[in-house]
């Protein structure tokens, strides 16, 4: 989450702009069937980091981008993921078992344990 920590405190307006075109596209790719199953998901993941490199700011911000709308778009402050729990945990899961890069591997692990989605039954 560095990139966007840091782009946020020196004051680069376009990353929250890449966080929405993010957040767009995660509710396409949540609308498509192959994102039903575990499998399907991890297939598709790869050629969407790479949409998400040439939309969200390049290569590094695009894949932290990525993961961090992801994940943390389906959790709030008030009610953690709730009903959204068995959904991030897939996505998650999809993520370490595709073909994305070992930096959004990586990004996804961080994200995940920060955000408490990965319990000690899932370590």
Not at 82 to 110: F, G, M, P, W
Request: aromatic share 10%; net charge negative; charged share 25%.
């Amino acid at each position: 989450m560095h990139y966007s920590l840091e782009m946020l405190v020196q004051g680069k307006r376009e990353i929250v702009d890449f966080y929405q075109i993010a957040t767009d596209r995660w509710g396409e790719i949540w609308s498509r069937e192959a994102s039903r199953d575990l499998g399907s998901l991890a297939n598709l993941l790869p050629s969407e980091q790479m949409w998400f490199e040439r939309h969200c700011g390049g290569r590094w911000i695009g894949q932290e981008v990525m993961v961090v709308s992801g994940l943390a778009g389906m959790y709030t402050t008030e009610a953690g993921f709730d009903h959204q729990l068995d959904k991030a945990r897939l996505l998650y899961d999809a993520l370490q078992s595709s073909y994305c890069s070992v930096e959004v591997k990586s990004i996804a692990e961080e994200v995940a344990r920060s955000y408490g989605l990965l319990d000690a039954s899932r370590v």
